[in-house]
Every structure is written in C-alpha cells, then in structure tokens.
C-alpha cells in the first residue's frame, strides 16, 4: 500500500486545496484528513459520516477530598500551579504530567483518561474518508494523527484500494512528524514568498531526517517567478524532486464558495490540466513507486 502526504511547511499555501483537486482526478484512493487541529478538507469533500468514535487523550488529575490527608505536597510538587490550597485541580492549568499522581502519600489523586475529540470513518463522492475533530485546547493531537492514518490504512486494506491520499498538518511539529512517519512519499507545496521558501526548508529537512522521499511543486508561482526559480535550485541542490508549479488563480475561490474542487468547478482549464498532469507525473514518479529513495 502506498500513501501521498501532501504537506505545506506552513498554513496558507494552498495544500487543501491540492489535496482535494488530486482527489476529485484520483482514481481510487482513501482520503485522510490529518491536520486534527484545524481540519478543513471535509468542507470540500462534504463526508456523509459512517462511523463516530471518541478519541481518549491524556489524563487529567482529579483529588479524592475523603482519602486527601490536606498534606499539601501535592501543590509543592506542581510545577503549573494547577492545585489549589483547598486541594482542588484546575482543569485548564493542569498538564497531566502525573507527578501529584505518582508521589501522593495517601494515593488520593485519580488520572481518568479525557475525551479529547472525535474521529470519523466517511463517505464522500471521491471515495472514503477518515477524519478526525479534537477538542478546544485539547491536546495529544499527534496521537490523533497517528490514529487517524492508521484508520486510513486498515479502511484501504479492507476495501482494497493501495493508495492512501494525506492532507497533513502545516509547519514541523509533533503532529506533522506523526503524519510522515511510515509515509511512502511527501509531496510540499510551497509558495514563492520568503517564508514560504523557510518553512519549505525545514519541512525537507524534515523529510530527510526521518528518510521519508519528498517532492515539492509551487503554488501561486508567478506572483514571484524568481522566488519560484529561487524554490528549484534550492529543491534540487538538496536532491529532492523539484514537481512542477500552478499559477495564480482566483477560481480556486471561486470553487471553494460553491463547496467543489477546481477540477469539478471547470474541468477544461489551464489550471485543472495542469494538477492532472502533476498527479500523472506523482504517480510515475520514483518515490511513489520505490524505485529510489532520494536523500540529502
């Protein structure tokens, strides 16, 4: 089984967008949204929900009054100053290190295992989908990451598709490395800016790091065509797969107001062309079929 994570690096470049035009050309592929934070793909694949299940995060420490000796260690010991003097936990300062919960003399403090969102298995007109909602300032969202893509991949097996397609996370943190991690290829879209050149760089860096094969394209590429020009010799000094590039385009908004990928909205234009000729050249390419692996 292969799966395509299609990262950005940073928010903003356009990465769903991408992700949801490669899927309306795809022939068959189970969809994964697994940017849990912030999750927008299903506002374009509008998922007919199959299947709802609680996600279970950490812990968070709750003090049994009738077993609490009034010691008072447990305050000293939290270094986020979630107890208070009555002995009270503050469910917004507590980090569920479990600290108060290892060292209470009495064993007077519970860690129960917190709701912290949702996870679905979808339908949508492109195929099925796993996505997933976390809670307001919930945490462990690479866990849900994880869990998602995992998801993924048994749905993939049992139906017998062998191409996962990712719509990961912006930046370089816990929850993007828990999206490439087992990744058969990345694929970075970037945008000619300075920080879009920045964060494409530590998102390779990344990809090299975990020795997971990566290609780039540029999005938007001639508001800045010697910043784009800039993207390939930097893509191809690093010996990645420089991809292609998509101009600017206000249709893209255009079709995200009537809830449809590019290639629905005008399947005949320049644009839409060009992302078929870009999936054709990923599902060619070396990385997504394992023939070489290009590292730094």
């Not at 943190?173 to 494409?200: K, N, R, Y």
């Not at 690093?238 to 990928?261: K, N, S, Y």
Request: proline share 4%; with cysteine; net charge negative.
């Amino acid at each position: 089984m292969r799966e395509l994570v299609i990262l950005s690096g940073k928010g903003g470049t356009g990465k769903t967008s991408i992700t949801a035009a490669f899927a309306a050309v795809c022939k068959s592929a189970v969809l994964c949204d697994a940017d849990v934070d912030a999750a927008d793909l299903h506002l374009l694949m509008a998922p007919e929900i199959k299947r709802t299940t609680d996600f279970a995060g950490g812990g968070l420490a709750v003090i049994d009054p009738e077993k609490c000796s009034g010691c008072g260690l447990c305050t000293e010991l939290c270094r986020f100053g979630a107890i208070s003097d009555d002995f009270v936990v503050d469910k917004i300062d507590c980090e569920g290190c479990g600290v108060c919960v290892d060292l209470c003399p009495e064993n007077a403090i519970d860690f129960p295992t917190q709701i912290c969102g949702q996870w679905y298995i979808s339908d949508t007109r492109f195929g099925p989908m796993v996505h997933a909602r976390l809670g307001i300032a919930e945490e462990n969202s690479g866990k849900l990451v994880s869990l998602v893509r995992q998801q993924a991949k048994k749905l993939a097996e049992k139906k017998g598709i062998d191409l996962v397609l990712t719509d990961g996370p912006p930046g370089v943190g816990c929850p993007v490395i828990a999206s490439i991690s087992g990744a058969t290829a990345l694929l970075i879209v970037t945008e000619p800016t300075v920080s879009g050149v920045h964060d494409m760089t530590r998102a390779l860096d990344l990809a090299h790091f975990f020795k997971v094969p990566a290609m780039v394209m540029v999005n938007k590429h001639d508001l800045n065509p010697e910043q784009t020009d800039n993207i390939q010799k930097k893509v191809e000094e690093m010996g990645m797969t420089f991809l292609g590039t998509l101009p600017f385009d206000p249709v893209f908004v255009e079709a995200m107001v009537q809830g449809r990928t590019i290639v629905e909205f005008d399947d005949k234009s320049n644009i839409s062309r060009k992302i078929k000729e870009l999936w054709d050249k990923i599902m060619l390419s070396s990385e997504m079929n394992q023939k070489k692996v290009k590292l730094l």
